[in-house]
């Protein structure tokens, strides 16, 4: 099978849904004509192009279909391609958006700086992510052949070479940014933004000569280490904070306990996310920025809290088919505590933190009408 | 009588999956589901536990209606489905524990059925790594545990070894002698009539033959395939198929 034929059923596979991006452009454009400012573009830019970073690994091998792909026989440069299609895809999106959002500023410059991170998503995060399992699978093989490894550290790898590559992309361009209003950076701008696109161009020329060849072995190793992963990570008991939270809930609390369980094992992510999003929080209250970047992140959040209610409600963590005997009502109110839970420990403490040290109004109305969201969903 | 179906239907779109369907359930009784591929066998016991909602007719459990009755009352239907639906994040024994308590029994009782099943060796296992007759044993425990009145078994004895075949019997009719009525359906004649009190047939969603008591006994008198020949006999007789 070719890569083109490949991706023609790949696409086939994932039914399109509703155009979400386009409605969150014009809502990224009519913030940044509110705020007037570049700043405001900047810090939605930042969070948008961190998402995106973020995503590349499920674009490439963390997906449902990935032990299946392994098992038949598609060349691997099919596979890598197919991959390597979603991320250009899932980049452009992200980047049609932020050049969106830039629209109000009428500017070049920010068209240039969010086609330099586009390329990046596009290109240099899947090559990075693909040496981070080619490694991860030369791992796996040495262990087959007698080396010492484990699980936990092929993991690390995974997650760590991924979060590297973003923060060595964001971290320079950040930097760069004061050239967006003409300002002077402690690093050129032009420098910056050329070698990141150069880069990326580079990079995936030269991963992809690699990963056709072990693809396939990437895409089983990686699928069955994260099975093994998840499976013997965090096989303990209730946390103090949840054992709390569960002693409020009455009837409610036993589907409670069971969520947050499972939520623990199955989405790490969302509580590595949520360290994340406490701590950009927490800096942006100790440095005071600009309110812009409290509401880009505040926004972000808000969109992953609702991904999080919408996995909440759906198998592995619920399973209607066991027609157990809980009211809908308390099954409801189970999601429901262990979102504001998530919410008020990664958000509502460190934004209420950042909102008083930046715009307590403004911040303080963000934050309120996000735990309301968070309440309703 | 543990639990009526009164008219059941249910309806996917326009078709009638389960077609004016009316049976009585008793306690201490083991019975068998049969019919072919698609004859509504999966969704009446779906829509018994509660899984799928019925299009109309009425279910009743100890003469309470389901549809009216608190949920609570569903703490006495254990169902597995076809796939046994597990938290696969769970342990074997956190999953069982779960349900267990959800019906409001002791999780004293979990680590004691599994190991009647044969399960206790891999209850701190995720479910998650479990192969299919492991599965199977998983979801026939999560059904029986606590205190249920009504048992419906989708295939569960699918992809049994002899032993633990042999195990999810004694457990079943352990359950049944203790006052439990059990339905299951499933295709595995051989394994089934050894302990089935009632044979129903099902076809087009439509009740086809309902053989028990002395009937049942003169039938399985007949020999070792005798409600085999009784299915077969019905396909070809009525012209079912």
Redesign the interface.
């Given at each position: 099978m070719t890569s083109r034929e490949f991706i023609r059923w790949a696409r086939k596979s994932e039914p399109g849904g509703f155009p979400w991006w386009i409605a969150i452009a014009a809502a990224f454009a009519g913030f940044v004509a509110w705020r007037g400012t570049t700043g405001a573009w900047l810090a939605g830019a930042i969070v948008a192009y961190a998402f995106a970073f973020l995503r590349v690994p499920f674009l490439m091998y963390w997906r449902a279909d990935a032990s299946l792909l392994a098992q038949l026989p598609i060349e691997g440069a099919a596979l890598f391609d197919a991959a390597l299609y979603r991320c250009v895809v899932a980049a452009a999106i992200t980047t049609a958006v932020v050049c969106a959002g830039a629209a109000p500023l009428a500017d070049v410059r920010p068209l240039i700086f969010a086609g330099a991170l586009g390329l990046a998503a596009a290109f240099m995060l899947p090559a990075a992510v693909v040496w981070s399992a080619v490694l991860v699978a030369n791992d796996q093989l040495a262990a087959v052949a007698g080396a010492q490894t484990s699980a936990q550290g092929a993991s690390a790898t995974l997650g760590a070479i991924p979060g590297f590559a973003a923060t060595a992309i964001l971290a320079p361009a950040l930097i760069a940014s004061p050239w967006l209003t003409g300002g002077t950076a402690k690093l050129p701008a032009p420098v910056v933004l050329g070698a990141i696109a150069a880069i990326s161009v580079l990079a995936i020329a030269s991963a992809r000569a690699g990963a056709a060849k072990v693809m396939a072995v990437i895409l089983r190793d990686v699928s069955a280490l994260d099975?093994q992963r998840?499976?013997?990570l965090e096989?303990r008991p209730p946390t103090a904070i949840e054992r709390a939270i569960g002693g409020l809930l009455g009837d409610a609390a036993?589907?409670y306990a069971?969520t947050a369980?499972?939520m623990r094992?199955?989405y790490p992510m969302a509580f590595a996310l949520g360290a994340l999003a406490f701590l950009v929080l927490a800096i942006i209250g100790l440095a005071q920025a600009p309110v812009e970047w409290l509401i880009a992140t505040l926004v972000g959040v808000a969109l992953y809290a609702g991904v999080l209610a919408g996995r909440l409600g759906v198998?592995?963590i619920e399973?209607?088919?066991?027609?157990?005997?809980?009211?809908r009502s308390t099954l409801r109110r189970a999601r429901r505590a262990w979102l504001v839970g998530w919410w008020a420990i990664f958000v509502l403490a460190p934004g209420l933190f950042a909102a008083l040290r930046t715009e307590p109004t403004l911040g303080g109305a963000l934050l309120g009408a996000g735990t309301l969201l968070v309440l309703i969903i | 009588m543990v639990a009526t179906l009164d008219g059941l239907v249910v309806q996917y779109g326009k078709r009638r999956a389960v077609d004016g369907l009316s049976i009585a359930l008793d306690a201490g009784e083991i019975t068998l589901l049969l019919g072919p591929n698609g004859a509504g066998k999966s969704t009446t016991l779906a829509a018994i536990a509660g899984a799928i909602l019925p299009s109309g007719g009425r279910i009743a459990l100890g003469g309470e209606d389901l549809a009216t009755a608190p949920r609570a009352l569903r703490g006495k239907i254990g169902f597995a489905d076809q796939p046994p639906a597990l938290y696969e994040y769970f342990t074997v024994e956190e999953h069982v524990g779960f349900v267990a308590q959800a019906r409001g029994a002791s999780t004293a009782l979990v680590l004691p059925l599994l190991e009647r099943l044969g399960l206790a060796k891999i209850a701190q296992r995720p479910c998650r790594e479990l192969s299919f007759g492991m599965r199977q044993r998983v979801g026939l425990a999560a059904a029986i545990v606590g205190p249920v009145e009504l048992v419906l078994l989708d295939e569960t004895l699918n992809g049994l070894d002899p032993h633990a075949a042999r195990s999810a019997r004694t457990v079943l009719r352990d359950a049944a002698d203790q006052g439990a009525a059990i339905v299951m359906s499933t295709h595995l004649l051989g394994v089934a009539e050894r302990m089935c009190d009632r044979v129903l047939v099902m076809d087009k969603g439509k009740l086809v033959s309902d053989v028990r008591g002395a009937e049942l006994a003169t039938l399985l008198a007949k020999g070792p395939t005798a409600i085999e020949d009784l299915y077969l006999a019905l396909i070809v007789d009525e012209g079912v198929q």
């Open positions: 099975r998840l499976a013997t096989i036993l589907p069971k369980r499972l094992r199955r198998p592995p399973l209607p088919r066991l027609a157990l005997p809980f009211p | -």
